[in-house]
C-alpha cells in the first residue's frame, strides 16, 4: 500500500519502551505508518500541529502536560485528527474526562495489540472503539441517569435514525449513505443530538442509542 493511503499515527507515551514496542507492531501492518512520536503532553501538541496525523495514541498520566489536557488542546487545533486515550487506569471520572476532551476511544494498556491497530482503524473511519470493560462502565453511568427526563423527546424523526445510526458505530460517512444525504449533513444531524440531548461526543450518542433501545439490533 503507497504510504499516502496509510493511516498516520503519532505515538504520544513517556515511557520509551512502549512507543518503540508500538512502532514495531505497527511496521508490520500494511495499513498503518508510525509518523512521529511524543514523550508528553505539550511535546504531542507542538508535534501534532507540525504533523497534522490522521490519529494520535495518547497516553492519559504524562509529565509537563497530562494527556487530558493535551488532547483538548489538539482537537482545539486539529478537529480533524482523532485521538484515541490510553491508560493503565479505569476510573470513569477519566473515562468521561477524556471523552468530554475529544477521544474518540479509550484503550486500557493490557489491550492486545491487534485491539489497538482495530483502535486506530475504528478512529480513523470515524468510529467509535472502547475496550469491553469502558464501554461496561460507561453503559452503567448511563443507566444510572435514568432518574432524569428522558431527553430523547425533542429529537426529530430523522434526528432518531441518525442516533440509531450511531448506537451501530457508524461513521458520517456511513450514515450519510445510508440515509442518503451528504456526509456534511450526517455530520450537522449528529451535532443537534449531542446538543439536544447534553452529550459530549459521538461516544456517548452511541451509547446512549444502546442503552435507550433506539439502536435496533442488527439482522
Known amino acids: 500500500m503507497p504510504d499516502s493511503e496509510k493511516i498516520r499515527v503519532l505515538l504520544v507515551d513517556d515511557h520509551a519502551v ?7 507492531f505497527f511496521a508490520l501492518q500494511d495499513d498503518i505508518e508510525v509518523v512521529g512520536e511524543a514523550s508528553d503532553g505539550s511535546e504531542a501538541v507542538a508535534v501534532a500541529r507540525r504533523l497534522t496525523p490522521d490519529v494520535i495514541l495518547m497516553d492519559l498520566l504524562m509529565p509537563n502536560m497530562d494527556g487530558l489536557t493535551a488532547i483538548g488542546r489538539i482537537k482545539g487545533e486539529l478537529p480533524e485528527t482523532e ?3 490510553v491508560t493503565s487506569f479505569m476510573e470513569e471520572e477519566k473515562v468521561t474526562a477524556a471523552l468530554e476532551a475529544g ?3 479509550y ?7 491487534e485491539e489497538v491497530a482495530a483502535a486506530v482503524r475504528s478512529a480513523y473511519a470515524g468510529e467509535v472503539h472502547l475496550d469491553a470493560a469502558v464501554a461496561r462502565l460507561l453503559a452503567q453511568r448511563m443507566r444510572e441517569r435514568k432518574t432524569k427526563p428522558d431527553p430523547v423527546e425533542p429529537l426529530t424523526e430523522r434526528e432518531r435514525e441518525v442516533l440509531a445510526l450511531l448506537g451501530h458505530g457508524m ?4 450514515i450519510g449513505a445510508a ?9 450537522t444531524y449528529v451535532s443537534n443530538i449531542l446538543g439536544k440531548l447534553g452529550l ?5 450518542a452511541a ?8 439502536a435496533e439490533p442488527a439482522t
Do not use: C
Not at 484503550?107 to 495489540?113: H, I, P, S, V
Not at 440515509?179 to 455530520?187: C, D, G, N, Q, V
Open 83 to 85: 485521538i484515541v486515550a
Open 207 to 214: 451509547l446512549y442509542a444502546v442503552e435507550h433501545r433506539i
Open 18 to 24: 512502549v512507543r518503540m514496542g508500538l512502532k514495531t
Open 179 to 187: 440515509l442518503f444525504i451528504t456526509e456534511r449533513t450526517a455530520r
Open 171 to 174: 461513521s458520517n460517512r456511513e
Open 107 to 113: 484503550l486500557l494498556k493490557d489491550a492486545e495489540a
Open 200 to 204: 459530549s461526543s459521538r461516544t456517548q
Open 103 to 105: 477521544a474518540s476511544g
